[in-house]
T-cell receptor, first 110, second 111 residues
Framework: KQEVTQIPAALSVPEGENLVLNCSFT??????LQWFRQDPGKGLTSLLL?????REQTSGRLNASLDKSSGRSTLYIAASQPGDSATYLC?????????FGAGTILRVKS | NAGVTQTPKFQVLKTGQSMTLQCAQD?????MSWYRQDPGMGLRLIHY???????DQGEVPNGYNVSRSTTEDFPLRLLSAAPSQTSVYFC??????????FGSGTQLSVL
């Protein structure tokens, strides 16, 4: 059974700091991995989608990497801003099913 | 620009009542899915569909039914609500590349 773990569970950083969120999964036979952002009381917004054949994806200040062999992905946020405060979730896809991690709650202090 | 639309946003039920959560998407996506989100547990897959007329079970399907008569709609039915079904429910559809688009969620309380 696929299990997805996100570390840390919560993170508080000062504005401007670069930070890394971690996601690990137990079964490397995945189709893709996605990182999502969730604001309080809202739905999830897809940030980055990495196909199994790719190593990384970038969008603005966000960079996500994927290492299937070690079962790990990282989300790098450069020059963090208070508006980045949210919960970040990763999810892996195998077949037609997605498995989510519990998320990392990020707070960026101004 | 509607994307994925879920209704209602909030619902309170009594134990044993039934109800249907509605989900519609206007992006012509074949794949649609339902999740529940509980505190500290991330999202768990309830049911999914890979196209009209095709549905399958996810991780936590007990107590829920789905149908997919059209590409656009994927309703979730609670047959006999239980307090354990108190949760936030999300519907999502997926592009052919696998990118997920989520609705805004339904907060359900079962008393």
């Amino acid at each position: 059974k696929q299990e997805v773990t996100q570390i840390p569970a919560a993170l508080s950083v000062p504005e401007g700091e670069n930070l890394v969120l971690n996601c690990s999964f137990t079964d490397s036979a995945i189709y893709n991995l996605q990182w999502f952002r969730q604001d309080p009381g809202k739905g999830l917004t897809s940030l980055l989608l990495i196909q199994s054949s790719q190593r990384e994806q970038t969008s603005g200040r966000l960079n996500a990497s994927l290492d299937k062999s070690s079962g790990r992905s990282t989300l790098y946020i450069a020059a963090s801003q208070p508006g980045d405060s949210a919960t970040y979730l990763c999810a892996v896809t195998r077949g037609n099913k997605l498995v989510f991690g519990a998320g990392t709650i990020l707070r960026v202090k101004s | 620009n509607a994307g994925v639309t879920q209704t209602p946003k909030f619902q309170v039920l009594k134990t044993g009542q039934s109800m249907t959560l509605q989900c519609a998407q206007d992006m012509n996506h074949e794949y649609m899915s339902w999740y529940r989100q509980d505190p500290g547990m991330g999202l768990r897959l309830i049911h999914y569909s890979v196209g009209a007329g095709i549905t399958d079970q996810g991780e936590v399907p007990n107590g829920y039914n789905v149908s997919r008569s059209t590409t656009e709609d994927f309703p979730l039915r609670l047959l006999s609500a239980a307090p354990s079904q108190t949760s936030v429910y999300f519907c999502a559809s997926s592009s052919s590349q696998g990118k997920l688009f989520f609705g805004s969620g339904t907060q359900l309380s079962v008393l």
